[in-house]
């Protein structure tokens, strides 16, 4: 019975949290929900008319992801709903396929929603949550600075105040909007910079102030009182109130197709978004623990549920998670109580909303994104770690010139790549002794150390597998070649090798032979357990002798010098068994 409940905690976390609440965390909570809602529902509606969408569908992207996610997801603090990259996704990616704010389109933006869901949930089942790793940050980091940079460009339009038809490229925006720049409506861009300036002094003057939504109020009320409407200034008009109804969907194989790389990409930067969230606010507690393949679960319910009840396609967003860990939040609680208030500004004010200037939610959008762009990281890896600065540059030049997908492909191949790279090329050190004790270290970082005579010790410090083994024989064989064959024996430190494979044990054979061709001896020591069973399994052992496995580096150096007072009756006392003599604890 214990196991079962064990599970269905497992799979329902806040059965876990509810069951352990305090009355204490429920002001922190209450507070932190509060704050939450007010920074979510201007920027909702914002990010949703960022994806081509009327600014309902943020609202709706707020109340049910939202709901879901608290009872299901691990992140006590993660705020899930719409955010700039998702939505830039959507317009990216749906945009060419059907003409933004119309039903077509609206379908296809709800479908795409749902195909997220379901491949996050397929993800969870399959437990691939380990995948977030083939997105490294620097790559996330030049794909969000280019969104950043694309996010800005297409809110132009409603900063400036004239219409710019939908290009295929940014900078051919970018190129429009200089070149009608005498268009300008005045009353708009000052609208704009009035916003911008209000939210910039209050967030300077302490975050917890929802200068966003005030932006929101003040500029529908001046907008409704002089009429502002009707001198140019644009509007969102309409408001649907009350909850969303239930709503099924059904297409063919030909919708699924055209919204296959959308989905997918979509999938890939919420998962790495969201996750990457929870884990770094986790990182700043100690009572709860963010699990991947729970989280893959609980992100994809929420859109996929989310769809059925109209909700934009939604993700972790760092500015309201934040948020929401500044204000204390102890638990999922205080995203319920978001949503509750996303609920009630649904049933009532809506209608309130009508005058609101489209160029205040293009004036939150830019605000939102302008923490994007990440221009510090570039700095930092541009003296510390050059090539991942420019796997960085070129995802972001991909990404603005090119384009959202492509970007986005390019930052999942430069990431393969990198770790191809690295596992394909580990580093090998050349080891020798610290004077006085039977520390063992590398001889190209320590001046200090000796080199036994006659014998070579190396230790590999990564797996040995099909992918590095050439890099594993030629290192060996340059070695043994360059050092005029002065060695009797060579040792491998196998302490680094993890695991190995059947071209890893072949690649151990040949290296024995090449070696015994030299007159070399060969021994092996610190093998731990799985590696060790490989190793016996496959006659292995028989080929180098027993007596060539070593538990310590310093006991084989011991053996082949002749000292083996302390080596000897162990190595008696292993071959007696089948097992390989030392290493056998591992």
């Not at 609202?59 to 879901?68: A, C, E």
């Not at 999922?332 to 649904?346: E, R």
């Not at 360059?482 to 060695?487: L, P, T």
């Amino acid at each position: 019975m214990s196991k079962y409940k064990l599970s269905l905690k497992q799979l329902v976390p806040s059965i876990d949290w509810v069951s352990r609440y305090k009355k204490r965390a429920l002001k922190t909570d209450l507070f932190a929900g509060l704050t939450v809602s007010i920074m979510l529902i201007p920027q909702g509606m914002a990010y949703a008319y960022l994806a081509g969408l009327p600014p309902i569908y943020g609202l709706y992207g707020g109340l049910f992801p939202l709901l879901v996610y608290a009872l299901l997801g691990t992140s006590r603090h993660l705020s899930v709903g719409p955010v700039a990259v998702t939505s830039l996704l959507v317009i990216a990616g749906i945009g060419g396929l059907a003409e933004p704010m119309t039903p077509e389109y609206i379908e296809l933006v709800l479908i795409c929603g749902l195909m997220v869901g379901v491949f996050q949930i397929i993800m969870a089942i399959l437990r691939l949550g380990f995948s977030i790793n083939f997105l490294s940050h620097p790559v996330i980091a030049g794909f969000t600075s280019a969104a950043a940079v694309i996010v800005s460009i297409n809110q132009l339009k409603d900063i400036l105040g004239f219409s710019i038809p939908r290009l295929k490229h940014t900078y051919q925006t970018l190129f429009y909007a200089v070149e009608n720049i005498s268009q300008t409506n005045l009353i708009t861009i000052s609208m704009v910079a009035v916003s911008v300036t209000i939210c910039l002094i209050l967030k300077k003057i302490n975050r917890a102030i929802p200068g966003m939504l005030i932006v929101v109020i003040i500029g529908t009320i001046a907008t409704w009182f002089w009429g502002l409407n009707n001198l140019g200034v644009d509007i969102v008009k309409d408001i649907p109130q009350g909850l969303p109804a239930f709503k099924t969907y059904s297409f063919d194989l030909e919708t699924f197709r055209l919204l296959l790389p959308v989905a997918i990409t979509i999938t890939l930067i919420c998962m790495v978004e969201s996750i990457g969230i929870g884990k770094a606010i986790e990182a700043k507690h100690n009572f709860y623990k963010v699990r991947p393949n729970q989280e893959l679960l609980a992100l994809g319910l929420a859109k996929a549920i989310g769809a059925f009840f109209q909700a934009m396609p939604s993700s972790g967003s760092f500015g309201r998670s934040a948020l929401n860990h500044e204000m204390k939040a102890r638990t999922p609680l205080s995203s319920l109580i978001a949503a509750g208030v996303i609920a009630l500004t649904l049933f009532v004010f809506t209608p309130a909303l009508y005058f609101l200037p489209k160029c205040i939610l293009a004036s939150i959008i830019v605000l939102a994104v302008i923490s994007l762009f990440d221009l510090k990281e570039a700095l930092y890896l541009y003296k510390t770690h050059r090539r991942d600065f420019w796997n960085m540059t070129i995802t972001f030049f991909v990404t603005l010139v090119i384009g959202i997908e492509e970007g986005v492909l390019t930052g999942v191949a430069l990431s393969i790549i990198k770790m191809l790279m690295r596992s394909a090329r580990p580093h090998i050190a050349i080891l020798g002794k610290v004077p006085g004790t039977s520390i063992y270290r590398n001889i190209s970082r320590y001046d200090d150390v000796e080199q036994i005579e006659n014998i070579l010790v190396l230790r590999f410090d990564d797996q040995l597998y099909f992918g590095n083994v050439a890099h594993f024989k030629e290192s060996i064989k340059d070695l043994i070649n360059e050092s005029g064959h002065r060695y009797k024996f060579m040792l491998i430190d196998a302490s680094g090798i993890h695991d190995i494979d059947s071209e890893g044990v072949r690649a151990l054979k040949e290296i024995n032979y090449f070696l015994s061709k030299q007159k070399i001896k060969l021994g092996i020591s610190g093998v731990i357990g799985p590696v060790r069973d490989m190793l016996y399994q496959s006659g292995f052992n028989d080929v180098i002798g027993k007596s060539n496995y070593f538990l310590h580096i310093d006991d084989a150096i011991n053996y082949y010098q002749g000292k083996v007072s302390h080596v000897k009756e162990y190595i008696q006392r292993a071959t007696q068994t089948n097992m390989p003599p030392l290493g056998t604890e591992r």
